[in-house]
């Protein structure tokens, strides 16, 4: 265990209809550092991101944030304890405005007093967002949807930002634009969890690193560390 761990997760485990999904994961994140989980498509990512945003419920295990247990809470407390998801499909509303979907992001409690400031700071983040502002969200390109539903993860004022394969669907150049983004929020100061099935970039990018497979942490190491592990180079890397 970490000290002063800001994200804790201790034994969580996810099932599905019998099927296991999560066994007995434990991982955690302090305040600031960039950390990533990676693995193959059906290692368990996505259930991992979902059970500590609270849509998925554990079937056992505890996810702690700053100390105090969150485990089943609703999402909507969650992300007022500070916890943003950029979600694998982006699910922004369609029939919504760029800003208004922006500032749906801002209004939580924790949020609203500094919405303004805040939606000034991701237009600069994202300046095809202020170019559009005014443009219905389900007519966007999809990397400019996914600038949107970081956007939008931004405005909830987090602590910690998960992203869930950031990178699907993306080309390669537009891939590139969404690492930087994750590397320009963390150099701000902001603590990001990283789920990915691009393993070299996001150990490239990360301070440490967590290997998922079939449900399960297999491996777990800082970044240099894992790039460098012969196992990975072969299993990931095509070394």
């Not at 699907?168 to 930087?180: H, Q, R, Y």
Request: glycine share 12%; charged share 20%.
């Amino acid at each position: 265990m970490l000290d002063g761990a800001l994200l804790s997760i201790d034994g969580l485990s996810v099932a599905y209809d019998g099927s296991i999904a999560l066994n007995g994961v434990s991982l955690q994140i302090r305040k600031g550092e960039l950390i990533c989980v990676v693995g193959a498509n059906g290692a368990g990512k996505t259930s991992l991101i979902r059970s500590i945003s609270g849509i998925v419920r554990s079937s056992s295990g505890v996810v702690k944030m700053n100390g105090a247990n969150i485990t089943g809470l609703p999402s909507w407390e969650i992300c007022e304890r500070g916890i943003a998801q950029v979600a694998e499909g982006r699910q922004i509303f369609g029939s919504l405005s760029v800003e208004e979907n922006l500032l749906l992001g801002g209004s939580l409690k924790r949020a609203k007093a500094h919405q303004l400031e805040t939606l000034e700071f991701v237009y600069q983040l994202f300046d095809r967002l202020r170019e559009r502002r005014r443009q219905l969200a389900g007519t966007l390109s999809g990397g400019e949807q996914q600038m949107l539903a970081i956007g939008r993860a931004i405005m909830s004022k987090p602590e910690i930002v998960m992203f869930d394969e950031p990178s699907i669907g993306l080309s390669p150049a537009l891939t590139d634009v969404m690492f930087g983004v994750v590397e320009s929020l963390h150099k701000q100061g902001i603590t990001v969890l990283l789920v990915e099935q691009n393993v070299a970039k996001s150990l490239a990018l990360s301070d440490r690193g967590y290997v998922l497979e079939n449900g399960s942490i297999v491996l777990h190491g800082s970044s240099h560390e894992l790039l460098n592990n012969s196992e990975i180079q072969r299993a990931y890397l095509g070394m």
